[in-house]
């Protein structure tokens, strides 16, 4: 079945961000011209995905405000001709796709967050795309990872190996492989200690799930310390019974829930912008110079 549905959980509380994070979410912090969350969106059409949900919660209401219609400025920009491209641009923003919004009334954690979504969802496979990571590629992430469904079947992961030193902030996996960039998934540790990587290979952004995964999640008792239902707990599940696949994707991933990962995301992105892409390397030149 085509994967055409799309959810991105935005509801966490970007503690790593703080005070940015206070009263504008962290998935609409800016990198260069747009907020992280529409270059998600962007990711997720030019996949072929018509219809996103976005799980949000009290103060992001924002989110909803970006990819509405703004009449005011729409109508201003529309009387001033030497800005017709900005009122495209801007225009562009409420017409991507089909976008429904729903609240985690309370943040229990990214599995509980995902089964917000499971009547919007219903008997279809569906993609997660994590609201605070910025994949950039050529070829959409979130369609790696749907060929690899439609291919194979079965619940997909999209990975990359991490430095062995980070790989405790993540999780690790036990994999063999299938194909080129395919593998199969036999066991997931999050948040390992040293002792218990198994491999460098981490979760990062995006995963195509079954809809047989709701009822996964549903089992998932929440962890006794966190309260939080972990969503790597139920894709545990998919992996025993034989039913989950990895993707080491192809494509530049920036974490927008940390302060590293929004300048990195930024300097680069900004290198290869065609409005500011040439001052910028000028400038950043100039600048290494003396460092
Ligand atoms: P994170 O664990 O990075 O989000 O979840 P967080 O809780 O905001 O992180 P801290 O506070 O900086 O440690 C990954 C994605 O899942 C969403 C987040 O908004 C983020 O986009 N999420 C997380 C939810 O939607 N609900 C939750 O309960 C937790």
Known sequence: MKVTKAIIPAAGLGTRVLPASKSVPKEMLNIVDKP???????????????????????????????????????????????????????????????????????????????????????????????????IVSEDPVVGQLIRAYDKYGCGVVGVKEVPRKDVPKYCTLDVTPLEDKIMKVHNIIEKPTPEQIMSCYSILGRVVMPPEIFELIEKTPADPKSGEVYFTDAMLDLARRGQLNAVDFNGIRYDMGNKLGIMQANCEVALNHPEIGEDFKAYLKKLAATL
């Not at 970006?66 to 900005?86: C, P, Q, R």
């Open 36 to 134: 992280a969350i529409q270059y998600i969106v962007e990711e997720a059409v030019a996949a072929g995905i018509t219809d996103i949900l976005i799980i949000t919660n009290r103060g992001k209401g924002v989110i909803e405000d970006h990819f509405d219609h703004s009449f005011e400025l729409e109508t201003k920009l529309k009387g001033n001709a030497s800005k017709a491209h900005i009122l495209e641009q801007v225009e562009a923003c409420s017409n991507l796709a089909n976008i429904y919004y729903i609240r985690q009334k309370e943040t229990k954690g990214l599995g509980h967050a995902v089964l917000c979504a499971k009547s919007f969802v219903g008997n279809e496979p569906f993609a997660v795309m994590y609201g605070d990571d910025v």
